[in-house]
């Protein structure tokens, strides 16, 4: 069982920065695969960025790919993602969960067994 938490979310104006941490426990947590996703008001949950358990392999969704970041150190089993310049369709609940597929990169939300809870950005126009 793997538990994660959410923390980072808040009211950003648009062009700003906000960085999201993803505070993993529970068994062999630091050799998942992870990613982020996001859910915007009234729409179905969306992939953002994924990070393979090493690190060495990052993989993002076209509409964030130069502005976030993933990243994570399993030293302190906590993954991050930097988002900058921010835009108002960035505005949702943003969700960290952990892959138990083998293979990094998975796009598909059904594929990841444990998820947090979630943390809102808002980002204002």
């Known amino acids: 069982q793997v538990q994660l938490v959410e923390s980072g979310g808040g009211l950003v104006k648009t062009g700003g920065s906000l960085r999201l941490s993803c505070a993993a426990s529970?068994?062999?947590?630091?050799?998942?695969?992870m990613g982020w996703f996001r859910q915007p008001p009234g729409k179905a949950r969306e992939f953002v960025a994924a990070i393979s358990w090493t690190g060495g392999s990052t993989y993002y969704a076209d509409s964030v790919k130069a502005r976030f970041t993933i990243s994570r150190d399993n030293a302190k089993n906590t993954v991050y993602l930097q988002m900058d310049t921010l835009k108002p369709e960035d505005t949702a609940v943003y969700f960290c969960?952990?892959?138990?597929?083998?293979?990094?990169?998975?796009?598909?939300?059904?594929?990841?067994?444990?998820w947090g809870q979630g943390t809102q950005v808002t980002v204002s126009s």
């Open positions: 969960a952990a892959d138990a597929s083998p293979v990094a990169g998975t796009i598909h939300p059904h594929e990841y067994r444990y």
């Open positions: 529970g068994r062999a947590s630091s050799t998942y695969h």
